[in-house]
């Protein structure tokens, strides 16, 4: 018997064994299409040209059934997805938290802190039929103390916001709303063939007084080439400024959008509260290329909505 003979038998055999199982319960559906990030409510600056950029690509599920007592984790599902759930009745109600790529790792998937929970009520499974959500929407829960950095490249140089990029390498490209991530605005790094690194940095240091906050960069690119994360910062009050790399970036044709971890580097600086964000644009295969961003966001979880 092959390997495929065998694994029909024993779906045969699971499949019986459930038709002579008096508690089986044939189950019904549920479908999610896609979670959208939108503005929140009454906070204007979530409402800002590129804020709401995003990467949902999966999330975790969660229910409390009429008459229950116990919330069911149902799973984390990739979208868009249609799966079984072994229930047929009322919902007290149905948890759906958005979960993002760390650091871009597909296998690496996790509720995003600073995104909002959909709580759905009055809700009714169906043996057999399929109950369709299709598109949800969350917000942004972060308050406007912990955005320690948003900059969605719709300035000039001169007027940029205080967060903007170190110019002396970056090319801001003003009115080009057909090669931007989103609105109008975005920069870009060049590296010829004779360079093997472009650096660029954030031009201001971030204070993080919480050891136990949570700390991301989110960004978008759009790159031929692959570029460098660093965080700058103290070991000790009074130790000299060292550097560490958070991670590369591989190239990518399209616009993505990416979370980028930055507490597994702090804890490398003890947590010390002020440090700075670098970037290196790389050259690995001696050709010259380019690299785009767009919609930089720094957050942190010491201040949430």
């Not at 709401?52 to 999966?58: E, K, L, P, Y």
Request: hydrophobic share 40%; with cysteine; net charge negative.
């Amino acid at each position: 018997m092959n390997l495929r003979q065998l694994i029909v038998a024993m779906t045969a055999t699971l499949l019986l064994a459930s038709c002579n199982n008096e508690d089986f319960v044939a189950p019904s559906f549920l479908n999610i299409d896609a979670i959208r990030l939108v503005p929140t409510p009454g906070v204007p600056y979530t409402a800002a040209e590129g804020f709401c950029s995003a990467d949902i690509v999966s999330c975790y599920v969660e229910a409390l059934y009429k008459g229950g007592t116990k919330v069911e984790m149902l799973g984390l599902y990739q979208l868009p997805f249609t799966a079984p759930v072994l229930y047929n009745g009322e919902v007290e109600y149905l948890v759906v938290s958005p979960a993002v790529k760390i650091s871009g790792i597909s296998g690496l998937q996790s509720y995003y802190p600073f995104y909002t929970r959909d709580t759905l009520r009055g809700l009714t499974l169906t043996t057999g039929d399929t109950l369709r959500l299709d598109t949800l929407s969350v917000m942004h829960r972060v308050a406007r103390k912990g955005i320690l950095l948003f900059e969605p490249f719709e300035y000039s140089p001169e007027t940029a916001t205080e967060g903007s990029l170190s110019v002396d390498s970056i090319q801001w490209h003003r009115d080009a709303p057909a090669e931007a991530c989103s609105g109008r605005g975005y920069a870009s790094v060049h590296v010829p063939d004779t360079l093997i690194t472009v650096p660029f940095s954030i031009k201001r240091d971030f204070v993080v007084n919480d050891p136990t906050a949570i700390i991301y960069l989110e960004l978008d690119s759009r790159s031929d080439i692959p570029f460098e994360v660093y965080m700058h910062a103290r070991s000790s009050s009074g130790g000299a400024i060292e550097r560490q790399r958070v991670m590369v970036v591989n190239p990518s044709s399209e616009w993505r959008h990416i979370y980028i971890n930055l507490g597994r580097t702090w804890a490398a600086f003890n947590y010390y509260p002020t440090f700075r964000v670098s970037f290196s644009a790389l050259n690995v295969e001696g050709k010259e290329g380019d690299l785009r961003l767009d919609n930089l966001k720094l957050v942190t979880t010491s201040a949430l909505l």
